[in-house]
C-alpha cells in the first residue's frame, strides 16, 4: 500500500479530497465537478480507499464517497514541526517590526509586542 504522502501527491487526488471535505458525493459529482472523465476519477478513488483516505457506501444503485480524515494525521504530525518553524519566524517578525514602530514614534514597547488587540490569526500567545 502507498504512503499518504504518496497517495496526496497526486494533484487530482488532493481535487478530490478537495470537493469530499464539503460532504459525502457520487462519483458523477465528482466527474462532474472536476472535469474529468469517469475512468480517471474511479482510478484515482481506488488509490485513496486503498490509502484509507475515503470510504464507500452504498445507497441503492449509487456509491456515495466521503472522506476519512484520520489518515492525515500522518501528515499534519509530520507538517507540525514546520508550522511551529514559520509561527515562530513570524512572531519574530511582529516583535521587530514593533521594534522599529517604536523606534521612528520615539515610543516605547510594551514588552508584549502585541497592541493589546490580540493576534492578526484570532489567537492569544
Known sequence: MASTFAV??????RRILDVLREGERPVGDLVDGLAVTQPTVSKHLKVL?????V???????RRLYRLRPGPLAEVDAWLAPYRRMWED???ALERR???IGAEETGTE???TGRS???RADGRDS
Open 8 to 13: 496526496l501527491a497526486d494533484p487530482q487526488r
Open 49 to 53: 480507499r486503498d490509502a484509507g483516505l
Open 55 to 61: 470510504e464507500v457506501r452504498r445507497d441503492a444503485q
Open 89 to 91: 519566524s513570524l512572531d
Open 97 to 99: 517590526l514593533d521594534r
Open 109 to 111: 514597547e510594551t514588552g
Open 116 to 118: 493589546g488587540a490580540g
